[in-house]
């Protein structure tokens, strides 16, 4: 009875709202269409943040659609829905809403169309045909105002060639806030070659791309790594291309219906053209699935977690991944190769089974000099990227 009392109360109050309450916002869409953009804007909402406001996504229901509106004051998010892909506009206005529930209540309604009516004391009021939910807003007027002005000359990159840029460098960018800069990721142009590096200072990537035409001004700056992640997550495989606009302490992104606006980590990046050698001793070329199985079975007895340090030797004509945990035990991987150097370098086998998934070819160059230097990883498919991971001394 108690709970059946309490279920009537609750529809009266929200009867009363609607009766007495004067409409701000109403509008009909498809949970689809509204979800997608929902799920691409909440990805600049942080679960850390306490400022309220902050948490929240901003409907802003105008003339010609519906701009939806997040930022955690590190990357800024607003997707647009145009009014031709909206079922009916009953009243336009504007709202900042819970966003880890608007997500969550959108996500598990029906597959049907949604309405949403915004009434006096900002309530959100979210109804199918058998579900009603009321969530308690905040004025739009304390939403921080997003600066999303576009440059005349962005740089026109491919989806599909810019996410390939993230997921082959990101995994080398550091993970600790010691040294900010090496958490982000190194985008320079020199005329018509983009460079991207990543490093945490054990291993490095690299990755250059010729674009279709030279931009007059050159630039060299640092994006956060994770804002970069959240980006690619968003970007499909399709023909819309990717707009990078430049500024000098933020950088937008403009893809399709979604302008995605992150700062930038101020600071010099350091210099990496002197790292990576030119010229090697060992050419290695080995087969990308059987060097990634050795490497990988000769990880699982190493017994420092963090750097998981596995040996490399050359001898005979034979390539030797081996592992030795005096409290686990020894393995020993052979493989034959053509090469009759005679080697012995020790690595970390998490940085280089990284290194090696960023290829997708079936054959890869493992490049050395000595003992001392660093590997190099490249492959003849994929010549813009190349992986470095420095050696492990051990005694």
């Given at each position: 009875?108690?709970v059946f009392n309490s279920f009537n109360k609750y529809n ?79 009243q336009t206005g504007s709202i900042v809403i819970s966003g ?296």
């Amino acid at each position: 009875r108690r709970v059946f009392n309490s279920f009537n109360k609750y529809n009266i109050s929200n009867n009363l709202i609607k009766k007495e309450g004067k409409i701000k916002m109403k509008f009909v869409i498809k949970k689809s269409i509204l979800l997608e953009n929902l799920l691409n804007t909440s990805k600049a909402i942080s679960s850390k943040n306490l400022i309220p406001i902050l948490t929240g996504i901003k409907f802003d229901l105008l003339e010609d659609g519906l701009y939806l509106s997040a930022s955690d004051s590190d990357i800024s998010i607003r997707t647009f829905i145009e009014k031709s892909k909206i079922t009916e506009v009953v009243q336009t206005g504007s709202i900042v809403i819970s966003g880890k529930y608007i997500v969550e209540i959108i996500r598990k309604l029906p597959d049907t169309d949604i309405t949403i009516e915004v009434v006096d004391g900002y309530n959100m009021i979210i109804q199918t045909t058998g579900s009603e939910f009321n969530l308690n807003g905040i004025d739009p007027n304390e939403f921080p105002n997003l600066d999303l002005e576009e440059t005349k000359n962005p740089i026109v990159l491919n989806p599909v060639v810019f996410k390939n840029i993230i997921n082959q460098t990101f995994f080398a960018t550091s993970l600790s806030e010691t040294r900010p800069l090496l958490t982000g990721i190194n985008f320079k142009l020199d005329g018509e070659i983009l460079e991207v590096i990543a490093t945490d200072s054990y291993r490095l990537a690299r990755k250059q791309i010729n674009l279709k035409e030279k931009y007059e001004n050159d630039f060299n700056l640092v994006i956060p790594g994770k804002n970069l992640l959240e980006l690619a997550r968003i970007l499909e495989d399709d023909k819309e291309n990717v707009y990078l606009h430049i500024f000098n302490n933020k950088v937008l992104f403009k893809y399709k219906n979604i302008i995605f606006l992150s700062r930038l980590i101020s600071g010099t990046y350091p210099v990496s053209s002197n790292i990576i050698p030119n010229n090697f001793r060992i050419d290695i070329e080995c087969n990308y699935g059987d060097l990634y199985d050795m490497i990988d079975r000769a990880s699982l007895l190493t017994s420092d977690k963090d750097k998981n340090t596995i040996k490399l030797v050359l001898h005979n004509r034979e390539l030797i991944i081996s592992s030795n945990s005096p409290e686990i035990g020894k393995v020993e991987e052979k493989i034959n190769i053509d090469n009759d150097s005679e080697m012995s370098i020790s690595f970390s086998s998490k940085y280089m089974l990284e290194a090696i998934k960023s290829f997708n070819s079936e054959k890869i160059h493992i490049l050395m000099n000595d003992d001392n230097s660093p590997i190099i990883v490249k492959s003849d498919k994929e010549v813009s990227l190349i992986q470095l991971v420095l050696p492990i001394k051990t005694y």
